[in-house]
């Protein structure tokens, strides 16, 4: 064989694992794996390392996460309604419009995730973290985020009414001109946090910890503030909020 030929051929087979690993829909569940578009639908991929994998527009609702490893991985536009994400790891992952409507994340790592324009609407995601997570302009109508971790979350432009927020951490959170009418925000901290332009209509903050929250313009007719900390925070109008300030703005 002349020796020409030698490289080739080892280069060959060099690649022959790597792009098993790319084969498609019926490739294992693995870290990297490239699922795109693929239907996996009421799936059992519970515990699964899908590290990285590219699973954008793929099929997965009514499937079981519950504990898989999707950190990193690409979700974009997926659909994972109904499907159980309970304590599922999904650091940095993207999940750009995807509809996890319904879906049951209760537990679940979502910290630097990016679910912009997603649809989560009566999703179920208590206790979640959602840290440094982006959620332009997504739509969380009626969604449970009943003591979950949202600090320094960006959620301009969200629809968030009815939602229950009892007890999260919102410190540093941004929700200008979101929409938080009819939500239940008791007991939540929202220290230093955004709310500028908010629709906080019949709204409940009572027992909510608001120091140095920026309230300016919002919308707050009918929201129950009673016990709310309003220390340092800038009322609707604009005005400075006096230290000690509970219940209303002094």
Aim: aromatic share 6%.
């Amino acid at each position: 064989m002349p020796s020409i030929c030698k490289p080739f051929l080892l280069g060959a087979l060099f690649f022959l694992p790597s792009f098993a690993a790319f084969a498609g829909c019926d490739s294992p569940a693995e870290a990297r794996v490239n699922w795109s578009g693929c239907d996996k639908s009421n799936a059992n991929l519970s515990g699964a390392k899908l590290t990285e994998a590219v699973l954008t527009r793929t099929k997965l609702q009514g499937a079981n996460l519950e504990k898989a490893d999707i950190n990193h991985a690409d979700l974009a536009f997926s659909n994972l309604q109904n499907a159980n994400l309970s304590k599922i790891q999904g650091r940095s992952c993207r999940l750009i419009g995807a509809n996890l409507q319904q879906a049951n994340g209760q537990g679940a790592h979502f910290n630097g995730a990016r679910l912009e324009r997603a649809t989560l609407d009566k999703a179920n995601f208590s206790q979640a973290q959602f840290d440094n997570a982006v959620f332009y302009n997504a739509s969380l109508v009626a969604t449970n985020l009943s003591q979950a971790s949202m600090i320094q979350a960006q959620l301009e432009e969200v629809n968030l009414r009815g939602a229950n927020l009892q007890g999260a951490d919102l410190s540093q959170a941004t929700f200008s001109k979101s929409n938080l009418s009819d939500s239940n925000l008791q007991g939540t901290k929202l220290v230093k946090a955004k709310l500028a332009g908010a629709d906080l209509r019949n709204a409940d903050f009572r027992n909510a910890n608001l120091q140095g929250a920026d309230l300016s313009s919002a919308l707050i007719e009918g929201a129950q503030w009673d016990g709310a900390d309003l220390s340092n925070a800038t009322w609707s109008n604009r005005k400075r909020c006096r230290t000690g300030s509970v219940g209303a703005c002094l």
